[in-house]
């Protein structure tokens, strides 16, 4: 039986919370990054802390792990996605400026309509369609994608490779979240985190350790970065699981577009960046098409 709906106005509150706690882990990753981590070993630590994490909630809850042996492989598959995602985007973090690596990676829900479209599920509606770039045009202000100069090219030079992994972790998750919608949609939230972030623990560990890959952070506050990531993570990546699919991935997963904004703030609060009132202009933008786009019928 499929998880009861739930109120519109609700769901698109607790993405905005969702994608303000995922902003929050990125923050965290990049000052593990500075302190001697390095992306494997993030990943490998959120990956497991979050499957530890959801194990204890289904045992605690009497609910049972079985499941098909179709159902097991498919989850298998979208785990290995979710696995290239994370590795994707955390690359892209600890390249370029963290809001700019998300800018990028919000492309996903653009590519999760077209893809759901193509194949034949959930039409995006026209609301949705017309927010979606607008969002994103107020994304590129807030994050002063051409620099002070103008010169696009140039600013591509310094940044295309974080940029290019961006647009990988952006691709593998919608398609993630298309696999989700299309096969696990009537699985408990809870199980299908589970079952993602275990297959993603199980190669991140496989590949870090046969390849010596793990690097540790060097001093206390790397290691105090490495655990708020892990459990800011886990936390954002389970609600979502269990929430989208109630809602409706399609119409809903642009609304955590709002995670370079939140990460702005924060990076202001925490890293003391400056941001100008072009930015504030973006930010404005972005809020305002997603407040557009919550008002719209289901």
């Excluded at 106005?9 to 607790?14: F, H, M, N, Q, R």
């Excluded at 893809?115 to 994304?139: D, K, Q, Y």
């Excluded at 199980?202 to 001093?219: K, N, S, W, Y």
Aim: aromatic content about 10%.
């Amino acid at each position: 039986m499929s998880e009861r709906p739930i109120p519109r106005w609700a769901g698109i509150a607790l993405l905005l919370v969702i994608a303000t706690i995922f902003g929050g882990n990125h923050i965290a990753a990049r000052v593990a990054f500075d302190h001697g981590s390095n992306v494997t070993t993030a990943v490998a630590f959120r990956s497991t802390g979050t499957a530890l994490f959801v194990l204890a909630l289904l045992l605690l809850n009497g609910i049972s792990l079985r499941t098909s042996r179709k159902t097991f492989l498919q989850s298998i598959l979208i785990g290995l996605l979710i696995a290239v995602q994370s590795y994707c985007l955390y690359s892209a973090v600890a390249l370029i400026p963290v809001a700019l690596a998300l800018l990028v990676f919000q492309t996903f829900p653009m590519l999760l309509s077209l893809i759901s479209w193509i194949g034949g599920g959930e039409r995006p509606a026209r609301r949705v369609l017309l927010a979606m770039p607008v969002a994103l045009a107020g994304l590129a202000l807030a994050l002063d994608v051409w620099g002070k100069s103008g010169d696009i090219a140039g600013r591509w030079s310094e940044l295309g490779a974080g940029v290019l992994w961006a647009i990988g972790a952006s691709v593998s998750f919608a398609l993630a979240l298309f696999l989700i919608t299309r096969w696990l949609g009537s699985m408990d939230g809870r199980l299908r985190s589970f079952l993602f972030m275990s297959v993603v623990a199980v190669v991140t560990l496989a590949g870090g350790a046969l390849a010596d890959a793990f690097v540790f952070p060097a001093d206390g506050t790397g290691w105090i970065a490495l655990a708020l990531l892990t459990a800011f993570y886990g936390t954002a990546i389970t609600s979502m699981f269990v929430l989208l699919p109630r809602l409706g991935a399609v119409n809903n997963a642009a609304v955590l577009n709002f995670e370079p904004i939140a990460v702005l703030g924060l990076a202001w609060a925490i890293l003391g960046q400056a941001v100008a009132p072009l930015q504030i202009v973006g930010a404005f933008v972005v809020v305002g098409a997603i407040v557009w786009m919550g008002t719209g019928k289901r």
